[in-house]
Protein backbone atom coordinates (compact mmCIF):
# COMPACT_ATOMS: atom_id res chain seq x y z
CA UNK A 1 0.00 0.00 0.00
CA UNK A 2 0.92 3.56 -0.37
CA UNK A 3 1.08 5.52 2.74
CA UNK A 4 3.25 8.91 2.93
CA UNK A 5 5.20 8.12 -0.24
CA UNK A 6 6.36 4.70 0.97
CA UNK A 7 5.05 1.72 -0.19
CA UNK A 8 4.22 -0.32 2.99
CA UNK A 9 2.70 -3.64 4.49
CA UNK A 10 -0.16 -3.80 6.85
CA UNK A 11 0.72 -3.23 10.38
CA UNK A 12 -1.21 -6.48 11.47
CA UNK A 13 0.59 -8.60 8.26
CA UNK A 14 -2.23 -9.97 6.99
CA UNK A 15 -2.82 -9.70 3.28
CA UNK A 16 -5.85 -10.86 1.06
CA UNK A 17 -5.48 -13.12 -2.22
CA UNK A 18 -6.87 -11.80 -5.02
CA UNK A 19 -8.61 -13.93 -7.71
CA UNK A 20 -8.83 -13.64 -11.67
CA UNK A 21 -12.97 -14.58 -11.66
CA UNK A 22 -13.01 -15.85 -15.39
CA UNK A 23 -10.95 -19.26 -14.19
CA UNK A 24 -10.91 -18.89 -9.93
CA UNK A 25 -6.80 -18.41 -10.54
CA UNK A 26 -4.76 -16.40 -7.94
CA UNK A 27 -3.77 -13.63 -9.66
CA UNK A 28 -2.12 -11.62 -6.97
CA UNK A 29 -2.21 -10.75 -2.57
CA UNK A 30 -2.38 -7.48 -1.03
CA UNK A 31 -2.06 -5.95 2.14
CA UNK A 32 -5.02 -6.37 4.46
CA UNK A 33 -5.30 -2.91 5.36
CA UNK A 34 -7.38 -2.01 9.14
CA UNK A 35 -8.04 0.97 10.84
CA UNK A 36 -4.85 1.61 12.50
CA UNK A 37 -3.46 1.22 8.78
CA UNK A 38 -6.48 3.87 7.33
CA UNK A 39 -5.76 6.18 10.39
CA UNK A 40 -1.97 5.62 9.86
CA UNK A 41 -2.97 7.03 5.86
CA UNK A 42 -5.65 9.75 6.89
CA UNK A 43 -2.23 11.17 9.26
CA UNK A 44 0.09 11.17 6.09
CA UNK A 45 -2.61 13.19 4.41
CA UNK A 46 -3.35 15.42 6.89
CA UNK A 47 0.22 16.02 7.27
CA UNK A 48 0.55 16.72 3.31
CA UNK A 49 -2.32 19.09 3.18
CA UNK A 50 -1.19 20.99 5.96
CA UNK A 51 2.24 21.36 5.44
CA UNK A 52 3.06 20.40 2.24
CA UNK A 53 4.11 21.43 -0.95
CA UNK A 54 0.81 20.44 -2.61
CA UNK A 55 -1.85 22.53 -1.75
CA UNK A 56 0.31 25.68 -2.12
CA UNK A 57 1.43 24.91 -5.46
CA UNK A 58 -0.52 27.04 -8.49
CA UNK A 59 -3.26 25.04 -10.15
CA UNK A 60 -1.42 24.88 -13.45
CA UNK A 61 1.61 23.05 -11.85
CA UNK A 62 -0.82 20.51 -10.45
CA UNK A 63 -2.58 20.45 -13.90
CA UNK A 64 0.82 19.48 -15.51
CA UNK A 65 1.42 16.44 -13.17
CA UNK A 66 -2.03 15.13 -13.79
CA UNK A 67 -1.29 15.36 -17.62
CA UNK A 68 2.28 14.19 -17.07
CA UNK A 69 0.07 10.86 -15.36
CA UNK A 70 -2.08 10.91 -18.02
CA UNK A 71 0.80 10.64 -20.52
CA UNK A 72 2.41 7.49 -18.12
CA UNK A 73 -0.91 5.81 -18.10
CA UNK A 74 -0.70 5.61 -22.04
CA UNK A 75 2.42 4.09 -22.34
CA UNK A 76 1.53 1.16 -20.41
CA UNK A 77 -1.95 0.89 -22.10
CA UNK A 78 -1.42 -2.83 -22.93
CA UNK A 79 -0.44 -4.34 -20.03
CA UNK A 80 -3.20 -2.01 -17.72
CA UNK A 81 -5.73 -2.85 -19.82
CA UNK A 82 -4.79 -6.84 -19.58
CA UNK A 83 -4.83 -5.94 -15.70
CA UNK A 84 -7.65 -4.29 -15.63
CA UNK A 85 -9.32 -7.62 -17.85
CA UNK A 86 -7.63 -9.67 -15.45
CA UNK A 87 -8.52 -8.64 -12.22
CA UNK A 88 -12.13 -6.91 -13.14
CA UNK A 89 -13.54 -9.98 -15.44
CA UNK A 90 -14.18 -7.61 -18.20
CA UNK A 91 -13.28 -8.96 -21.67
CA UNK A 92 -10.17 -7.71 -22.71
CA UNK A 93 -11.77 -5.86 -25.61
CA UNK A 94 -13.58 -3.08 -23.92
CA UNK A 95 -10.36 -2.83 -21.10
CA UNK A 96 -8.23 -2.31 -23.79
CA UNK A 97 -11.04 0.46 -26.22
CA UNK A 98 -13.10 1.64 -23.57
CA UNK A 99 -11.57 1.50 -19.75
CA UNK A 100 -7.76 2.87 -20.72
CA UNK A 101 -8.86 5.12 -23.26
CA UNK A 102 -11.17 6.67 -20.74
CA UNK A 103 -8.76 6.54 -17.80
CA UNK A 104 -6.14 8.51 -19.66
CA UNK A 105 -8.62 11.23 -21.24
CA UNK A 106 -10.07 11.68 -18.20
CA UNK A 107 -7.13 12.28 -15.99
CA UNK A 108 -5.61 14.56 -19.03
CA UNK A 109 -9.06 16.18 -18.78
CA UNK A 110 -8.72 17.56 -15.17
CA UNK A 111 -4.97 18.39 -15.16
CA UNK A 112 -5.97 20.82 -18.21
CA UNK A 113 -9.21 22.19 -15.80
CA UNK A 114 -7.04 22.49 -13.42
CA UNK A 115 -6.31 25.92 -14.88
CA UNK A 116 -9.89 26.87 -14.42
CA UNK A 117 -9.53 27.44 -10.47
CA UNK A 118 -9.02 31.06 -10.48
CA UNK A 119 -10.07 33.97 -8.00
CA UNK A 120 -13.03 35.44 -9.66
CA UNK A 121 -13.52 39.48 -8.60
CA UNK A 122 -17.08 41.04 -8.32
CA UNK A 123 -18.65 43.94 -9.19
CA UNK A 124 -19.77 45.96 -6.51
CA UNK A 125 -21.17 49.55 -6.13
CA UNK A 126 -18.57 50.36 -3.79
CA UNK A 127 -15.79 53.00 -4.23
CA UNK A 128 -12.83 51.40 -3.23
CA UNK A 129 -14.07 47.85 -2.11
CA UNK A 130 -12.50 44.69 -3.70
CA UNK A 131 -14.60 41.21 -3.03
CA UNK A 132 -12.92 37.99 -5.20
CA UNK A 133 -14.55 34.53 -4.78
CA UNK A 134 -11.74 32.26 -4.16
CA UNK A 135 -12.09 28.26 -5.29
CA UNK A 136 -10.00 26.86 -2.37
CA UNK A 137 -8.99 22.87 -1.71
CA UNK A 138 -11.85 21.44 0.91
CA UNK A 139 -8.53 19.40 2.44
CA UNK A 140 -8.12 15.58 2.96
CA UNK A 141 -10.15 13.65 0.91
CA UNK A 142 -11.29 9.58 1.08
CA UNK A 143 -12.44 8.37 -2.46
CA UNK A 144 -13.91 4.70 -1.89
CA UNK A 145 -14.65 3.22 -4.95
CA UNK A 146 -16.51 0.21 -6.45
CA UNK A 147 -14.92 -3.37 -8.42
CA UNK A 148 -16.90 -2.61 -11.76
CA UNK A 149 -14.35 0.09 -13.17
CA UNK A 150 -11.27 0.26 -10.97
CA UNK A 151 -9.35 1.69 -12.81
CA UNK A 152 -11.85 4.42 -13.99
CA UNK A 153 -13.53 5.02 -10.64
CA UNK A 154 -10.09 5.47 -9.46
CA UNK A 155 -9.72 8.23 -11.65
CA UNK A 156 -12.94 10.12 -10.92
CA UNK A 157 -12.18 10.42 -7.19
CA UNK A 158 -8.13 11.13 -7.62
CA UNK A 159 -7.91 13.41 -10.29
CA UNK A 160 -10.15 15.57 -9.79
CA UNK A 161 -9.55 16.14 -6.07
CA UNK A 162 -5.73 16.37 -6.82
CA UNK A 163 -6.75 18.64 -9.29
CA UNK A 164 -7.97 21.18 -6.94
CA UNK A 165 -4.97 21.12 -4.36
CA UNK A 166 -6.46 18.37 -1.98
CA UNK A 167 -5.01 15.41 -0.88
CA UNK A 168 -6.43 11.57 -0.79
CA UNK A 169 -6.77 8.71 0.44
CA UNK A 170 -8.39 6.08 -1.96
CA UNK A 171 -9.66 2.48 -0.77
CA UNK A 172 -10.01 0.45 -3.83
CA UNK A 173 -12.66 -2.52 -3.85
CA UNK A 174 -11.61 -5.88 -2.03
CA UNK A 175 -11.69 -7.69 -5.04
CA UNK A 176 -9.96 -5.10 -7.34
CA UNK A 177 -7.13 -3.21 -5.55
CA UNK A 178 -4.34 -3.68 -8.67
CA UNK A 179 -5.05 -0.86 -11.19
CA UNK A 180 -5.55 1.60 -8.74
CA UNK A 181 -2.48 0.76 -7.11
CA UNK A 182 -0.42 0.89 -10.57
CA UNK A 183 -2.12 4.56 -10.88
CA UNK A 184 -0.42 5.26 -7.62
CA UNK A 185 3.14 4.52 -8.79
CA UNK A 186 2.50 6.09 -11.92
CA UNK A 187 1.22 9.35 -10.16
CA UNK A 188 4.79 9.05 -8.02
CA UNK A 189 6.22 8.88 -10.74
CA UNK A 190 4.65 11.96 -12.86
CA UNK A 191 5.91 14.00 -9.54
CA UNK A 192 3.19 13.97 -7.40
CA UNK A 193 4.38 14.87 -3.64
CA UNK A 194 4.89 12.13 -0.90
CA UNK A 195 1.69 11.86 0.94
CA UNK A 196 -0.89 13.71 -1.84
CA UNK A 197 -1.44 10.86 -2.45
CA UNK A 198 -2.71 7.67 -0.26
CA UNK A 199 -4.35 3.98 -1.46
CA UNK A 200 -4.92 1.40 1.40
CA UNK A 201 -6.24 -2.19 0.25
CA UNK A 202 -8.60 -3.67 2.74
CA UNK A 203 -12.41 -4.03 3.54
CA UNK A 204 -15.27 -1.75 3.24
CA UNK A 205 -16.84 -2.31 6.71
CA UNK A 206 -13.08 -1.71 8.68
CA UNK A 207 -11.13 0.55 6.12
CA UNK A 208 -14.10 2.56 4.52
CA UNK A 209 -15.97 3.10 8.37
CA UNK A 210 -12.53 4.75 9.63
CA UNK A 211 -12.49 7.01 6.24
CA UNK A 212 -15.60 8.01 6.34
CA UNK A 213 -15.76 8.61 10.19
CA UNK A 214 -13.02 10.18 10.87
CA UNK A 215 -12.95 13.93 12.25
CA UNK A 216 -9.40 14.57 10.04
CA UNK A 217 -10.87 13.44 6.74
CA UNK A 218 -12.73 16.78 4.99
CA UNK A 219 -15.19 15.19 2.31
CA UNK A 220 -15.78 11.79 1.42
CA UNK A 221 -16.56 10.78 -1.82
CA UNK A 222 -18.14 7.23 -2.55
CA UNK A 223 -19.28 5.25 -5.57
CA UNK A 224 -21.52 1.92 -4.87
CA UNK A 225 -24.76 0.73 -3.80
CA UNK A 226 -27.57 2.71 -2.08
CA UNK A 227 -26.87 0.67 0.92
CA UNK A 228 -23.78 1.31 1.54
CA UNK A 229 -23.57 4.98 0.48
CA UNK A 230 -26.55 5.83 3.13
CA UNK A 231 -24.11 4.27 5.71
CA UNK A 232 -21.30 6.12 4.17
CA UNK A 233 -23.10 9.46 4.70
CA UNK A 234 -24.15 8.60 8.34
CA UNK A 235 -20.84 7.72 9.08
CA UNK A 236 -20.02 11.19 7.71
CA UNK A 237 -22.27 12.95 9.59
CA UNK A 238 -21.03 13.50 12.92
CA UNK A 239 -18.36 15.85 11.66
CA UNK A 240 -20.24 17.17 8.78
CA UNK A 241 -17.84 16.33 6.10
CA UNK A 242 -18.54 16.90 2.73
CA UNK A 243 -20.37 14.43 0.97
CA UNK A 244 -20.61 13.12 -3.03
CA UNK A 245 -22.62 9.70 -3.76
CA UNK A 246 -22.71 7.83 -6.93
CA UNK A 247 -24.96 5.03 -6.01
CA UNK A 248 -27.28 2.52 -7.66
CA UNK A 249 -29.18 2.88 -10.58
CA UNK A 250 -32.42 1.09 -12.80
CA UNK A 251 -31.91 2.70 -15.61
CA UNK A 252 -35.08 2.61 -18.49
CA UNK A 253 -34.55 2.32 -22.12
CA UNK A 254 -37.65 3.64 -23.58
CA UNK A 255 -38.38 2.51 -27.21
CA UNK A 256 -40.55 5.10 -28.39
CA UNK A 257 -42.96 3.70 -31.39
CA UNK A 258 -41.15 5.48 -34.32
CA UNK A 259 -37.38 3.76 -32.97
CA UNK A 260 -34.97 2.62 -35.60
CA UNK A 261 -35.81 -0.77 -34.44
CA UNK A 262 -32.11 -2.05 -35.43
CA UNK A 263 -30.07 0.69 -33.81
CA UNK A 264 -32.73 0.16 -30.56
CA UNK A 265 -32.30 -3.56 -30.94
CA UNK A 266 -28.15 -2.69 -31.04
CA UNK A 267 -28.61 -0.32 -28.09
CA UNK A 268 -30.67 -2.56 -25.46
CA UNK A 269 -28.06 -5.48 -25.84
CA UNK A 270 -25.19 -2.94 -25.23
CA UNK A 271 -27.37 -1.28 -21.93
CA UNK A 272 -28.37 -4.46 -20.59
CA UNK A 273 -25.45 -6.34 -21.37
CA UNK A 274 -21.76 -4.06 -21.21
CA UNK A 275 -19.51 -5.62 -18.75
CA UNK A 276 -21.93 -8.58 -17.50
CA UNK A 277 -24.75 -6.11 -16.14
CA UNK A 278 -22.49 -4.60 -13.43
CA UNK A 279 -22.72 -1.18 -14.30
CA UNK A 280 -24.80 1.09 -12.10
CA UNK A 281 -25.60 3.00 -15.67
CA UNK A 282 -26.93 -0.83 -17.32
CA UNK A 283 -30.27 -0.36 -18.83
CA UNK A 284 -32.50 -3.39 -16.89
CA UNK A 285 -36.17 -2.27 -17.35
CA UNK A 286 -36.81 -2.35 -21.63
CA UNK A 287 -39.80 -0.25 -21.66
CA UNK A 288 -41.49 -1.41 -26.04
CA UNK A 289 -44.63 -0.31 -27.08
CA UNK A 290 -47.06 -3.44 -26.85
CA UNK A 291 -47.65 -3.44 -30.39
CA UNK A 292 -43.74 -3.25 -31.21
CA UNK A 293 -43.25 -6.29 -28.56
CA UNK A 294 -43.48 -9.66 -30.26
CA UNK A 295 -41.20 -8.91 -33.11
CA UNK A 296 -38.69 -6.67 -31.13
CA UNK A 297 -38.40 -9.92 -28.42
CA UNK A 298 -37.63 -12.04 -31.02
CA UNK A 299 -34.79 -10.38 -32.59
CA UNK A 300 -33.34 -9.52 -29.02
CA UNK A 301 -33.75 -13.07 -28.15
CA UNK A 302 -31.51 -14.14 -31.72
CA UNK A 303 -28.97 -11.18 -30.63
CA UNK A 304 -28.60 -12.55 -27.19
CA UNK A 305 -27.91 -15.84 -28.37
CA UNK A 306 -25.21 -14.62 -30.32
CA UNK A 307 -23.28 -13.41 -27.68
CA UNK A 308 -19.71 -15.06 -26.76
CA UNK A 309 -19.48 -15.74 -23.48
CA UNK A 310 -15.41 -16.80 -22.60
CA UNK A 311 -12.18 -15.75 -21.05
CA UNK A 312 -11.46 -12.37 -20.83
CA UNK A 313 -8.31 -11.89 -22.62
CA UNK A 314 -9.72 -13.23 -25.87
CA UNK A 315 -10.50 -10.78 -28.51
CA UNK A 316 -13.33 -13.12 -29.24
CA UNK A 317 -15.48 -12.63 -26.07
CA UNK A 318 -18.11 -10.47 -25.41
CA UNK A 319 -19.18 -11.26 -21.90
CA UNK A 320 -17.00 -12.09 -19.13
CA UNK A 321 -17.54 -13.76 -15.46
CA UNK A 322 -19.34 -11.73 -13.07
CA UNK A 323 -16.70 -10.85 -10.04
CA UNK A 324 -17.15 -12.97 -7.63
CA UNK A 325 -19.10 -16.87 -6.96
CA UNK A 326 -21.17 -14.63 -4.36
CA UNK A 327 -22.49 -12.35 -7.11
CA UNK A 328 -23.31 -14.71 -9.37
CA UNK A 329 -25.13 -16.48 -6.09
CA UNK A 330 -26.81 -13.09 -5.36
CA UNK A 331 -28.10 -12.85 -9.82
CA UNK A 332 -28.86 -16.68 -9.78
CA UNK A 333 -31.19 -15.22 -6.81
CA UNK A 334 -32.72 -12.67 -8.32
CA UNK A 335 -33.29 -14.91 -11.39
CA UNK A 336 -35.37 -17.42 -9.25
CA UNK A 337 -37.56 -14.60 -7.61
CA UNK A 338 -37.91 -13.22 -11.23
CA UNK A 339 -39.87 -16.79 -11.79
CA UNK A 340 -41.35 -17.09 -8.85
CA UNK A 341 -43.38 -13.95 -9.35
CA UNK A 342 -44.63 -14.97 -12.80
CA UNK A 343 -42.12 -13.23 -15.12
CA UNK A 344 -41.19 -15.20 -18.22
CA UNK A 345 -37.73 -16.23 -18.47
CA UNK A 346 -37.33 -16.33 -22.22
CA UNK A 347 -33.79 -16.58 -22.56
CA UNK A 348 -30.85 -16.88 -19.94
CA UNK A 349 -30.18 -17.48 -16.26
CA UNK A 350 -27.85 -20.34 -16.23
CA UNK A 351 -24.31 -20.98 -16.17
CA UNK A 352 -23.30 -21.53 -19.36
CA UNK A 353 -21.69 -25.31 -20.18
CA UNK A 354 -18.56 -25.56 -21.31
CA UNK A 355 -16.91 -23.15 -18.68
CA UNK A 356 -16.59 -25.25 -15.61
CA UNK A 357 -14.47 -22.42 -14.12
CA UNK A 358 -14.94 -18.79 -13.59
CA UNK A 359 -18.18 -17.11 -12.38
CA UNK A 360 -20.16 -17.34 -15.69
CA UNK A 361 -23.94 -16.32 -16.15
CA UNK A 362 -25.69 -16.36 -19.09
CA UNK A 363 -27.62 -13.07 -20.21
CA UNK A 364 -30.97 -13.01 -19.65
CA UNK A 365 -34.19 -11.81 -20.18
CA UNK A 366 -37.81 -11.66 -18.73
CA UNK A 367 -40.78 -10.76 -20.70
CA UNK A 368 -44.46 -10.21 -18.78
CA UNK A 369 -42.51 -7.97 -16.08
CA UNK A 370 -44.54 -6.00 -13.77
CA UNK A 371 -43.12 -2.66 -12.48
CA UNK A 372 -44.48 -3.65 -9.01
CA UNK A 373 -41.59 -7.48 -9.57
CA UNK A 374 -38.99 -7.70 -7.44
CA UNK A 375 -36.89 -7.63 -10.62
CA UNK A 376 -38.08 -4.21 -11.95
CA UNK A 377 -37.33 -2.24 -8.66
CA UNK A 378 -34.18 -3.66 -7.51
CA UNK A 379 -30.84 -3.02 -8.17
CA UNK A 380 -29.29 -6.77 -9.46
CA UNK A 381 -25.92 -5.83 -10.77
CA UNK A 382 -25.71 -8.48 -13.05
CA UNK A 383 -26.70 -9.60 -16.70
CA UNK A 384 -30.86 -9.90 -16.22
CA UNK A 385 -33.05 -7.65 -18.70
CA UNK A 386 -36.88 -7.01 -17.24
CA UNK A 387 -39.44 -6.30 -20.66
CA UNK A 388 -42.49 -4.49 -19.99
CA UNK A 389 -44.72 -2.73 -22.31
CA UNK A 390 -46.76 0.37 -22.59
CA UNK A 391 -49.97 2.32 -24.28
CA UNK A 392 -49.06 5.70 -24.31
CA UNK A 393 -45.74 8.22 -23.80
CA UNK A 394 -47.18 8.94 -20.91
CA UNK A 395 -47.81 5.82 -19.70
CA UNK A 396 -43.78 5.38 -20.67
CA UNK A 397 -42.60 7.91 -18.62
CA UNK A 398 -44.71 7.27 -15.65
CA UNK A 399 -42.93 3.45 -15.53
CA UNK A 400 -39.85 5.29 -16.63
CA UNK A 401 -40.09 6.71 -12.83
CA UNK A 402 -41.51 4.23 -10.82
CA UNK A 403 -38.68 3.74 -9.00
CA UNK A 404 -36.70 4.97 -5.76
CA UNK A 405 -33.52 5.40 -7.89
CA UNK A 406 -32.87 8.41 -11.11
CA UNK A 407 -28.76 7.81 -12.70
CA UNK A 408 -29.55 7.19 -16.01
CA UNK A 409 -32.12 6.31 -18.77
CA UNK A 410 -32.50 6.20 -22.36
CA UNK A 411 -34.91 7.28 -25.25
CA UNK A 412 -34.96 5.61 -28.63
CA UNK A 413 -36.76 7.94 -31.43
CA UNK A 414 -36.50 8.69 -34.78
CA UNK A 415 -38.26 11.79 -33.92
CA UNK A 416 -35.73 13.83 -32.03
CA UNK A 417 -38.56 15.99 -30.37
CA UNK A 418 -40.83 13.91 -29.48
CA UNK A 419 -37.52 12.09 -27.97
CA UNK A 420 -36.35 15.34 -26.32
CA UNK A 421 -39.80 15.94 -25.08
CA UNK A 422 -40.05 12.85 -22.99
CA UNK A 423 -36.35 12.80 -21.90
CA UNK A 424 -37.29 15.99 -20.08
CA UNK A 425 -39.88 14.11 -18.06
CA UNK A 426 -37.68 11.56 -17.11
CA UNK A 427 -36.33 11.99 -13.86
CA UNK A 428 -32.40 10.81 -13.94
CA UNK A 429 -28.90 12.76 -14.29
CA UNK A 430 -28.02 11.57 -17.56
CA UNK A 431 -30.56 10.68 -20.58
CA UNK A 432 -29.58 9.76 -23.55
CA UNK A 433 -31.32 10.04 -26.91
CA UNK A 434 -30.40 6.83 -29.37
CA UNK A 435 -27.50 5.89 -26.97
CA UNK A 436 -26.77 4.51 -23.81
CA UNK A 437 -23.44 4.56 -21.59
CA UNK A 438 -21.15 6.93 -22.93
CA UNK A 439 -19.99 9.36 -20.70
CA UNK A 440 -17.85 12.45 -21.68
CA UNK A 441 -15.17 13.92 -19.47
CA UNK A 442 -16.34 17.36 -19.67
CA UNK A 443 -20.30 16.79 -18.94
CA UNK A 444 -21.79 16.04 -15.36
CA UNK A 445 -22.63 12.79 -14.17
CA UNK A 446 -24.70 12.18 -11.36
CA UNK A 447 -28.27 10.62 -9.88
CA UNK A 448 -31.61 12.22 -9.16
CA UNK A 449 -33.63 10.90 -6.22
CA UNK A 450 -31.53 7.31 -4.20
CA UNK A 451 -28.98 7.49 -6.72
CA UNK A 452 -26.69 9.99 -5.23
CA UNK A 453 -25.38 13.18 -4.13
CA UNK A 454 -23.19 15.97 -5.99
CA UNK A 455 -21.82 15.51 -9.18
CA UNK A 456 -18.57 13.80 -11.32
CA UNK A 457 -16.86 15.31 -14.30
CA UNK A 458 -16.54 18.22 -15.62
CA UNK A 459 -16.39 21.37 -14.09
CA UNK A 460 -19.43 20.35 -11.67
CA UNK A 461 -17.12 17.27 -10.71
CA UNK A 462 -13.99 20.01 -10.05
CA UNK A 463 -15.87 22.23 -7.95
CA UNK A 464 -17.33 19.75 -5.75
CA UNK A 465 -13.64 19.00 -4.23
CA UNK A 466 -13.79 23.03 -3.49
CA UNK A 467 -14.30 25.56 -0.83
CA UNK A 468 -15.47 29.14 -1.75
CA UNK A 469 -14.29 31.94 0.07
CA UNK A 470 -14.98 35.70 -0.35
CA UNK A 471 -12.53 37.44 0.25
CA UNK A 472 -13.21 41.23 0.87
CA UNK A 473 -10.73 44.07 0.39
CA UNK A 474 -11.38 47.37 1.98
CA UNK A 475 -8.38 49.26 -0.02
CA UNK A 476 -9.43 52.82 1.20
CA UNK A 477 -10.01 52.26 5.00
CA UNK A 478 -13.12 53.62 4.84
CA UNK A 479 -15.34 50.71 5.20
CA UNK A 480 -15.42 51.27 9.22
CA UNK A 481 -15.85 55.02 9.12
CA UNK A 482 -19.43 54.99 10.12
CA UNK A 483 -20.08 51.22 10.69
CA UNK A 484 -23.85 51.90 10.93
CA UNK A 485 -23.35 54.08 14.05
CA UNK A 486 -22.24 50.76 15.77
CA UNK A 487 -18.69 52.13 16.39
CA UNK A 488 -17.50 55.38 17.21
CA UNK A 489 -15.03 57.55 15.04
CA UNK A 490 -11.88 57.81 17.02
Same mark, same amino acid.
Given at each position: ????????????????????????? $??????????????????????????????????????????? /?????????????????????????????????????????? =??????????? $??????????????????????????????????????????????????????????????????????????????????????????????????????????????????????????????? =????????????????????????????????????? /??????????????????????? $??????????????????????????????????????????????????????????????????????????????????????????????????????????????????????????????????????????????????????????????????????????????????????
Amino acid at each position: MLIGGAWVESTSGASQDIQDPSDET $LLASVPLANREDARAAIDAARDAFDTGPWPRTPPGKRGQVLVR /LAELLQAETDRLAELEARNAGKPIRQASIADLPMAIEHTGHF =GRLASKLVDEE $LELPDVGITTRVLREPIGVCAGIIPWNFPLLMAVWKVAPALAAGNTMVLKPATYTPLTALEYARLAEKAGLPPGALNVITGSGHEVGEELAAHPSVDKIAFTGSTKIGRAVMRNASDTLKRVTLELG =GKAPMVILPNADQDEALRGALFGAFLHQGQVCLAGTR /LLLPSAMRESFLRRLRQRAESLH $LGPTLSWETDMGPLISASQRDRVEAYVAQGVEEGAALVHGGRRPPGLPKGYYLEPTIFDDVTPEMTIAREEIFGPVLSVMTYETCAEAVEMANATEYGLAASVWSRDLKEAQAVARDIRAGTVWVNQHHILSCAAPHGGYKQSGVGRELGIWGLYEYTEVKHLFLDESGEAMKDAFGLVQPD
